[in-house]
T-cell receptor
Framework: NAGVTQTPKFRVLKTGQSMTLLCAQDMNHEYMYWYRQDPGMGLRLIHYSVGEGTTAKGEVPDGYNVSRLKKQNFLLGLESAAPSQTSVYFC?????????????FGPGTRLTVT | AQTVTQSQPEMSVQEAETVTLSCTYDTSENNYYLFWYKQPPSRQMILVIRQEAYKQQNATENRFSVNFQKAAKSFSLKISDSQLGDTAMYFCAFMEYGNKLVFGAGTILRVKS
């Protein structure tokens, strides 16, 4: 099993450009999450999904959109990138319906917006 | 909203010694989960240990143990026999309703030889 994978690992964008980050998991997990990590602030939840076709806002959703068309994939989109979105982005997944509560994380994507 | 506070931005410890990282949280819930995650320079988030709030017994995983004080809303991590590979950022996290994690700001731990 690959676990949780993220594509790409690094990306540099110019202000106003758009991009999509892909998260994929092969563990049949129901719940998936997108976090951002900024220096001195730990990880903050952007959006999450409790199942295929459902999404919900987290703590810092502004400027991002998400989609969960397939159970194994969770996409994070930036429609018009801003320098404030420079961060490291982590995807995570879990399977609470099976009694698992720990979240498994992907390796992260470092995004720089200039 | 739940909050998690890690009051020690940085700590250092000599190899083979013991170190304790502090974490406090604020919640009105009675049943919840607490976690410690390790983030080495590779950036990968690694689960170290978890604690269910309904369990009175403190969780232990090899050299890692917690001191869970529910009434005080305190959840500290003790690392015994520290190793160079323990050098990392450590995050305390609270799992709130909806299985969402709320993280503290992290503590950088440096193990010195």
């Amino acid at each position: 099993n690959a676990g949780v994978t993220q594509t790409p690992k690094f990306r540099v964008l110019k202000t106003g450009q758009s991009m999509t980050l892909l998260c994929a998991q092969d563990m049949n997990h129901e719940y998936m999450y997108w976090y951002r990590q900024d220096p001195g602030m730990g990880l903050r939840l952007i959006h999450y999904s409790v199942g295929e076709g459902t999404t919900a806002k987290g703590e810092v959703p502004d400027g991002y959109n998400v989609s969960r068309l397939k159970k194994q994939n969770f996409l994070l989109g930036l429609e018009s990138a801003a320098p404030s979105q420079t961060s490291v982005y982590f995807c995570a997944s879990t399977r609470p319906l099976a009694g698992f509560y720990e979240q498994y994380f992907g390796p992260g994507t470092r995004l720089t917006v200039t | 909203a739940q909050t998690v506070t890690q009051s020690q931005p940085e700590m250092s410890v000599q190899e083979a010694e013991t170190v304790t990282l502090s974490c406090t949280y604020d919640t009105s819930e009675n049943n919840y989960y607490l976690f410690w995650y390790k983030q080495p320079p590779s950036r990968q988030m690694i689960l170290v240990i978890r604690q269910e709030a309904y369990k009175q017994q403190n969780a232990t995983e090899n050299r890692f143990s917690v001191n869970f004080q529910k009434a005080a809303k305190s959840f500290s991590l003790k690392i015994s026999d520290s190793q160079l590979g323990d050098t990392a950022m450590y995050f305390c996290a609270f799992m709130e309703y909806g299985n969402k994690l709320v993280f503290g700001a992290g503590t950088i731990l440096r193990v010195k030889s």
